[in-house]
């Protein structure tokens, strides 16, 4: 069982700067793909960017690809998203998600845990 919690959510303006964490806790950190989704109101959950249980390879949807890096340090079991130059259209909830046997990364169902998200809104 792991249980991630985010912070770090906030109200920015737009090309402003905000950095997410997602603290997990429970079985071995390093052992899992570690990603952040999002979800607008009215839209389905969409993937943002994940990162590989090394640390070395990582992937982003093209929306956000420039613009915010996913990070992890597994001695502190934590997962990062800094989202630089945001956009009006990158508000949402932001969740963190593992996932022990991750194939398709931009899928949901491929992920087994999730925390409760973090609202993230931009203003134009």
């Known amino acids: 069982q792991v249980h991630l919690v985010e912070s770090g959510g906030g109200l920015v303006q737009a090309g402003g700067s905000l950095r997410l964490s997602c603290a997990a806790s429970?079985?071995?950190?390093?052992?899992?793909?570690m990603a952040w989704f999002r979800q607008a109101p009215g839209k389905e959950r969409e993937f943002v960017a994940v990162?590989?249980?090394?640390?070395?390879?990582?992937y982003y949807a093209d929306s956000v690809k420039g613009r915010f890096t996913i990070s992890r340090d597994n001695a502190k079991n934590t997962v990062y998203l800094q989202m630089n130059s945001l956009k009006p259209e990158d508000t949402a909830v932001y969740y963190c998600?593992?996932?022990?046997?991750?194939?398709?990364?931009?899928?949901?169902?491929?992920?087994?845990?999730w925390g409760q998200g973090t609202q993230v809104t931009v203003s134009s």
């Open positions: 998600a593992a996932g022990v046997s991750v194939v398709v990364i931009s899928t949901p169902s491929e992920y087994d845990y």
């Open positions: 429970g079985r071995t950190f390093s052992s899992y793909t």
């Open positions: 990162i590989r249980r090394s640390g070395i390879n990582t």
